[in-house]
Nanobody, 126 residues
Framework: QVQLVESGGGLVQAGGSLTLSCAASGSISNINTMAWYRRGPGKQRELVAA???????NYADSVKGRFTISRDNDKNTVYLQMNSLKPEDTAVYYC????????????????????WGQGTQVTVSS
């Protein structure tokens, strides 16, 4: 089993920044892809960004140029640096992980991931 614990959410004004962290523990040796998803009020869960062990990344169009996903493989931690935040970024942000070969098309599907964190709330005020 793999445990994912998110941290770093909070309340921020529009235009501000936040950094989310997700620490993985347990049987993590086969984990390749880690990702951030979000679910806004009344919306479906959507991919924000994904990253592989080798550093390949995949971003939602809505966050390109504003958000950066990174990963510290030694610490088994993935980060999401969020800049120029907008009210529409308000959501619960979830960390996800999957073992095995990376597939960029599948990485956009929430059902592709094996493991999920509990989520952390990000609220952006206007």
């Amino acid at each position: 089993q793999v445990q994912l614990v998110e941290s770093g959410g909070g309340l921020v004004q529009a235009g501000g920044s936040l950094t989310l962290s997700c620490a993985a523990s347990g049987s993590i040796s086969n984990i390749n892809t880690m990702a951030w998803y979000r679910r806004g009020p009344g919306k479906q869960r959507e991919l924000v960004a994904a990253i592989t062990t080798d550093g390949a990344t995949n971003y939602a169009d809505s966050v390109k140029g504003r958000f950066t996903i990174s990963r510290d493989n030694d610490k088994n931690t993935v980060y999401l640096q969020m800049n120029s935040l907008k009210p529409e970024d308000t959501a619960v942000y979830y960390c996800a992980a999957r073992s095995g070969v990376y597939n960029p098309r599948n990485a956009r599907r929430a059902t592709w991931y094996n493991y999920w964190g509990q989520g952390t709330q990000v609220t952006v005020s206007s």
